[in-house]
Each structure stands twice: as structure tokens, then as C-alpha cells.
């Protein structure tokens, strides 16, 4: 099998131009609140005093703050929000590849997160993407396809560098792997 | 400053080699659901199974990768309690999660230090596995209070690296 049965030499060299360059800086949608903490929190049975007792927020971190593994949760949309006429896709450069390479389905296998700052109640956060690599064609369990890694820079109303996210996907088409 | 929510865990608590008290876990349909719409995951396979059945290929819904790094979170944090900063965590997902598994945490401390600006910090290996097979691995650094004083929230600008 080539390549080119998976994906266009065409599709997969325009991807590769986008190496390294900043994609879809963005604004997010509303501010961060701490509701949407405590669903979090919830989720998991998340008892961490920082985020449910007042004085302890207050006297370690100065108010509020958000879980940091949350941040990325600031920058997905809602599922519907009035006069959206498109879905809106987080990490939309993963599915830019997944749509360019002709690759249906998709995981993420990595997911590395730093971070700086904390993010604060009321913070408008503001991210973008960049594609960092594009692998050759390789064969999974899962299928056949290709690893690709992202990375999501995250800064708060003040420029200040909140997070950076680098994810690991792949792309692949399912059957492939027991076919070869 | 001082403080007086004192530190449960400090850096001298910790010995390399030391593990962590596990966390057990049963997974049902409502976490996986729970966590996607925690982190606001709508795609089908966190909440349709015969989408993840017929198009993922999965036996089952599954745990989300953000939905994961709560759990994480959690984990460490009960450990280290409200003093505990993350600094930074990497994931690697070798397995999904499904309805109906129990998952186990464990952690061991890989290794402890105290960095150029004087911050102390433990790296920790985590693991969520089921049945003992290993679904991710969690390689994770949080900082931890020097002394009852310390506070690692308190850290700004150049005073915080969360990289080594």
C-alpha cells in the first residue's frame, strides 16, 4: 500500500505547510464561571477545598480559581448557541487533517499539558493552534492512518500565557489492518 | 505569608519509590456522560453507544481524554491536598474506559527536587488501569509547600516553571 491510497500527496503536502504556523486564534464564547467548576468537579468527585470553600481559595490563591486540567474546557463551545449556522469543532485543526487526509475516523493516543498562570473566574480566555507534525502512514490496531500533533496555546485577557496543550491524534480508516 | 490552611502534604513528606493511595472506581454510563458534558465533549462516542459500537469500533461508550485529566487532577490532589499546583501532565492513552469497568488509580513518586527560584516539586507516575491492564498512564509534576509557609499558588512570572 502507498500512501496515496490513504491520503492525496497533495492534501497531505498543504497540511504540512501549516507546520508551525499560529491557525485559529479565537476569543472565547463566554466568560470562565464557576458553575461550570463544579460540574467539573463533580464529574469526578473532586473534593479539593480550592474549589468549594471560599476562605481556602481566598487565602491560597486569592479568590476563585479554576482546576488547571479544565483548561481546555473554556474553549469548547456549547453544543448550540443562537445564530451559529456551522458546528463548532474544537481543535478544528484535527479535524482539518482528518477531513484533508480522507481519514473518517479518529483518537487521540497523547495529551501534554503545562501550565502557568490560573485561570480566574471571569477570565475571557483567548487560544490558537499549531500543527507541530504530520507522520507517515502507519498501521494500528485501529486501522490505517496517520499520527499528528497539535499543540493549543491558551493566554488570558491580559496576554498572560495560561496553558499550552500538545495533543497527539490519529486518523484512520477502520478494516485496513487486517486487510494487509 | 503566613497561612493558616496548613499544608497536608509537603515536599519532605515524600520519599522517592513511595506509592500513593490507590482510587477504585466504577465506571457506569453516567460518568462517561458526566465527563463529556463536563468538558463540553459532544461527539456521539462519549454518549451514543451504537455510534461508538458501529463507527469507532469500541465495544461501548468510552471516557474522554479531558474528562481523564479530571480524574487525574483528582487523584493527585486528594494526595497532595489544596496546596498541590499541577505544573504540568502528560497523558498516554493505551485503552478506553468502558460502562461496567472499575478503574484503578495508582501512583508512585518518581522523583523530588527543588528548583532554581526555590519551588519544590514531585514528579509522579500515575496509572488508570482496569483489571490491571493499563488504559493511560499519567506522567505528572506538581509543586508541594517547603514548609508550612510556602505556597506554591503564590508563585508568579518567572518564579513559576512548570517545565524543568
Known sequence: MTASDVSSTAALAEMRDLIGKEQYHEVGEFPVERSYVWTSCASVENG??????????????????????????WFRPHHWAPGRTQEALPLQVHFDLKAALGLPEAVMTDNTIEFHTPVRMGDVLQTHQVLRSVSEEKTTKLGTGRFW?????????????VAVESYTGFGYRRGEASAS | MSTTVLPQLQLDDVTV????????????????????????????????????????????????????????????????GPHGRLARVTFRM???????????????????????????????EVTLSVDRDVKTTCAARIALPLNADDNPWARRGDQWRPSP
Open chain 1, 48 to 73: 479539593n477545598p480550592l474549589y468549594w470553600d471560599e476562605s481556602v481559595a481566598q487565602e491560597l490563591t486569592g479568590g476563585p480559581v479554576a482546576p488547571p486540567s479544565m483548561v481546555s474546557v
Open chain 2, 94 to 124: 493505551k485503552g478506553s474506559v468502558f460502562p461496567g469497568d472499575t478503574m484503578s488509580l495508582t501512583g508512585v513518586v518518581d522523583s523530588t527536587s527543588v528548583d532554581d527560584v526555590g519551588c519544590g516539586f514531585v514528579t509522579v
Open chain 2, 17 to 80: 519509590g513511595e506509592s500513593l493511595p490507590a482510587l477504585h472506581y466504577e465506571v457506569t454510563a453516567t460518568t462517561v456522560v458526566l465527563g463529556a458534558l463536563a468538558t463540553r465533549d459532544w461527539r456521539p462516542m462519549h454518549h451514543d453507544k451504537d455510534f461508538a459500537v458501529e463507527r469507532n469500533g469500541t465495544q461501548d461508550i468510552f471516557l474522554n481524554t479531558p474528562n481523564q485529566a479530571a480524574w487525574f487532577e483528582r487523584y493527585l490532589t486528594d494526595w497532595t
Open chain 1, 149 to 161: 500533533v497539535i499543540d493549543v496555546v491558551y493566554a488570558n485577557q491580559d496576554g498572560e500565557l
